[in-house]
């Protein structure tokens, strides 16, 4: 038995050990309800991550390409950036794989067939935690725009408001004197 064969033959296990993983990054009642609630509309976190982690596993075992990484990895990432997980926390779910592979398969691994085969997931599930950073960067550049832009536009309205700022089409100027 090969090492991928090993993976889809334990997957349901090892996808379970890796979502409690995923849902232990959130505060105790906040990982409680991720657990244990399986309703989608009551549980889109605990949902996103759920079907985004299988998809991923499945990716892993496949040897899938970034572009279908993204689809998977975006919503779970997405939902972590707004909820201001530092970069190292948001991307941590990924690497914590590794280890739970290793103990999970510490037996089969003393095979040196079966020890490169994982080496070879390893290095893809490093190279999936650094597109998870860039996706997580990318997601906190498109906040801190929103954010800027807003500031920028009620800033620009009470200026108008308190009359500092008239329009554009105004041949006098901006400003008043």
């Given amino acids: 038995m090969d090492f991928k064969q090993l993976l889809q033959k334990h997957k349901r296990a090892i996808l379970n050990q890796w979502f409690d993983l995923l849902a232990e990054s959130y505060p105790s009642d906040t990982a409680t309800f991720i657990k244990s609630q399986k309703d989608p ?19 892993i075992v496949e040897s899938a390409d970034p572009e279908t990484f993204t689809a998977f990895l975006d919503p779970i990432i997405r939902i972590r950036a707004i909820q201001n997980f530092s970069p190292a926390q948001a991307v941590s779910f990924i690497l914590q794989l590794k280890p739970l592979l290793q ?37 906190r550049e498109t906040l801190y725009q929103i954010q800027a832009d807003e500031i920028r536009n009620r800033t620009f309205k009470v200026l108008k408001r308190s009359g500092l700022l008239t329009d554009v089409d105004d041949p006098v100027g901006s400003i008043p004197s």
């Fill in 41 to 59: 509309f009551h549980n889109p976190v605990g949902d996103a991550a759920r079907k985004g982690l299988e998809a991923i596993y499945d990716g």
């Fill in 103 to 139: 103990h999970h398969f510490e037996k089969d691994l003393t095979d040196s067939r079966l020890h490169r085969e994982y080496d070879q997931v390893a290095t893809r599930i490093d190279n999936l935690c650094l597109l998870a950073f860039n996706l997580y960067m990318q997601c």
